[in-house]
């Protein structure tokens, strides 16, 4: 069996009288494609970023690539990978200069970033573009970018957040060939997206309710368990028991 990547109990996160994230229990594993769902206000945000070693948690327990999630927070930094649709590349510097920046921040060694410099810009046919401003690249190709850049210290876990927001369905569709390469190399992909498509590709996926997690399994059983045909049916059943927004 694989190993366990991300493991929490009973996690939680208050801020006052709020309960953003109550108590919710988790366990993914190397090279699995993770779907984290909710409607807006459901906590999905405040649970990445715990996880991602952003924001201590009120209380519960978790270990994040193996590193405990109160006392080795940089550890934690250091061993994944991030991405989000609203952040992700700096647009005033070029391909090569963020890949350069970016692969400093994750600790690459000059040697390390030149070979994965040349490695990626190949991988990704971005030759002729490597010196080209990031501002200059269409969508996909600033996604597809960013994603590389993300995994390319070889973390245990990439975070995606709604990576593919706004992105055509056929761009998005290439873009998760690249997830699943990343899972095929070992890489755990946890990954947010209101695209209900998109959950369809998961191994299993966490829907959350106010804060808690409602349903947790493969997509074909939440269908089974809901009665429902489809993962957009799922949903709704689900988003529509929230209490609270955003």
């Given at each position: 069996m694989a190993d366990t990547v991300i493991r929490t109990e009973k996690l939680t996160k208050r801020f006052g009288d709020f309960t953003a994230v109550h108590e919710i229990d988790l366990d993914i594993y190397q090279g699995e494609i993770f779907g984290f769902l909710g409607?807006?206000?459901?906590?999905?945000?405040?649970?990445?970023?715990?996880?991602?070693g952003l924001s201590l948690p009120t209380s519960g327990s978790a270990r994040i690539a193996g590193f405990d999630i109160y006392k080795e927070t940089e550890k934690i930094k250091k061993n994944i990978g991030y991405m989000s649709q609203k952040f992700s590349l700096y647009e005033d510097l070029t391909v090569q200069e963020n890949i350069r920046f970016f692969g400093g921040i994750y600790g690459l060694t000059r040697k390390e970033l030149k070979v994965k410099s040349n490695e990626l810009i190949a991988y990704l046919g971005l030759e002729e573009e490597a010196n080209k401003l990031v501002a200059s690249l269409p969508l996909?190709?600033?996604?597809?970018?960013?994603?590389?850049?993300?995994?390319?210290h070889a973390?245990?876990?990439?975070?995606?957040?709604?990576?593919?927001?706004?992105?055509?369905?056929?761009?998005?569709?290439?873009?998760?060939?690249l997830i699943y390469k990343a899972s095929d190399d070992g890489i755990t992909v946890f990954v947010t997206t209101h695209y209900m498509d998109e959950a369809e590709y998961c191994d299993r996926l966490s829907i959350m309710v106010d804060g808690k997690i409602e349903a947790l399994s493969s997509p074909a059983q939440m269908k089974?368990?809901?009665?429902?045909?489809s993962m957009d049916d799922v949903f709704y059943q689900l988003a529509r028991k929230a209490q609270r927004q955003e």
């Open positions: 409607a807006n206000g459901a906590g999905k945000t405040t649970a990445m970023r715990m996880l991602c996909g190709w600033k996604q597809k970018l960013a994603f590389s850049v993300a995994i390319m973390p245990k876990i990439v975070f995606l957040d709604e990576p593919t927001g706004g992105v055509d369905p056929v761009t998005r569709r290439q873009f998760w060939d089974i368990d809901l009665h429902a045909d």
